[in-house]
């Protein structure tokens, strides 16, 4: 079929600065094309303080939602009418579906997570994560696994303003769940070392080994990493981190963050359309390991 935008196309789109190096767009509008979808997805460079005109004027055009990138996931929770538990208990909105006129925020980083480590044959429900960092892509990762059913995690931060943050989410999240969460200061090496021993999962939430400074490693004691350690990284960029190669090296099953990345798009795909995003095609086209 061909791909025209018609007087019908329903308008979806990110907001959020930068987003031009985004590949948002092109995984989004090569799905709809590929369904046969009569939908286009636009990147509108939006600062802070344009979001609020901005969200308005999509809701006026009958945007049918949108993503909401840096720096303004936190504040679009404020302009939303409904939210989803994760955003809600996470206080972060990446995604926004628009019901004729009533915008409900939801959060898809953390689904992203999950489905990625299913598709990778893990089942992590009922055991054990340490999770390092408590920034944006870590509250999304602790939100959405305790929500689905992991039994403990263990954060580990920097005792900065993202601690103080992530403690009192944990506490929210702890009376919400079932969830056992306790947080820790980086410094401590002995109980990160004695908490990854006792963990299933080891995660990587925050962009220490990311490009260009992917000679940076979070883990610097490799002893950590046995065998039966899973060890994921957010980061997607290198695809291979220097603690992906370190723990790929012990025997440790790994996964970058590409997946998470695809199913977070793939999962507001589905909140917008109903349908399910064809991730073999977009894989093979935008995400080619
Ligand atoms: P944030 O700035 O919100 O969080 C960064 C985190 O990294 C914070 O917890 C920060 O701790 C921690 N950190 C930074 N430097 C250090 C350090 N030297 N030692 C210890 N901790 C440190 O960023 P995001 O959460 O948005 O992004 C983090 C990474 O996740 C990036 O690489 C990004 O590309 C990736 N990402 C991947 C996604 C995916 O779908 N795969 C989605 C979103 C992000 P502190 O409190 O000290 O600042």
């Known amino acids: 079929m061909a791909y025209e935008i018609t007087g019908h196309t329903v308008l979806t789109g ?21 369904l046969g979808l009569d939908y286009a997805y636009l990147a509108f460079d939006v600062g802070t303080d344009k979001l609020e005109t901005a969200v308005e004027g999509l809701k006026v055009l009958g945007a049918r939602g949108f993503n909401v990138t840096m720096p303004d996931k936190n504040k679009m929770c404020m302009l939303a009418d409904r939210l989803s538990t994760a955003a809600e208990i996470g206080g972060a909105v990446n995604t926004i579906v628009n019901d004729n006129g009533i915008l409900t925020g939801h959060t898809t980083d953390g689904i ?3 489905r990625s480590l299913k598709e990778d044959g893990h089942d992590i429900i009922g055991q054990k994560m340490t999770l390092l960092g408590a920034g944006g892509a870590a509250a999304a990762i602790l939100v959405q696994a305790a929500l689905d059913g992991v039994a403990e995690i263990s954060v580990f931060n920097i005792r900065d303003d993202f601690y103080k943050r992530a403690e009192k989410l944990m506490d929210t ?4 769940t079932g969830c056992r969460l306790k947080i820790f200061d980086f410094s401590d090496e002995a109980v990160l070392k004695r908490e990854i021993g006792e963990s299933r999962i080891l995660v990587n939430g925050t962009s220490v080994g990311m490009a260009p400074n992917t000679d940076r490693c979070i883990i610097t004691d490799d002893s950590v990493f046995r065998k ?41 795909f589905r909140l917008w359309t109903g349908q399910e995003m064809p991730v073999d095609i977009i894989r093979e086209k935008y995400f080619r390991r």
Do not use: W
């Open 112 to 114: 992203g997570f999950m």
């Open 228 to 268: 039966d350690l899973i060890v994921f990284d957010v980061i997607y960029n290198p695809e291979e981190t220097l603690l992906l190669k370190k723990a790929k090296a012990a025997g440790c099953a790994v996964s970058n963050g590409l997946n998470m990345l695809l199913y977070q798009g793939a999962a507001s």
């Open 173 to 176: 999240l702890e009376e919400r």
């Open 14 to 34: 990110l907001l959020g600065s930068p987003v031009a190096h985004s590949i948002s767009p092109a995984m989004h509008n090569e799905a709809f094309r590929q």
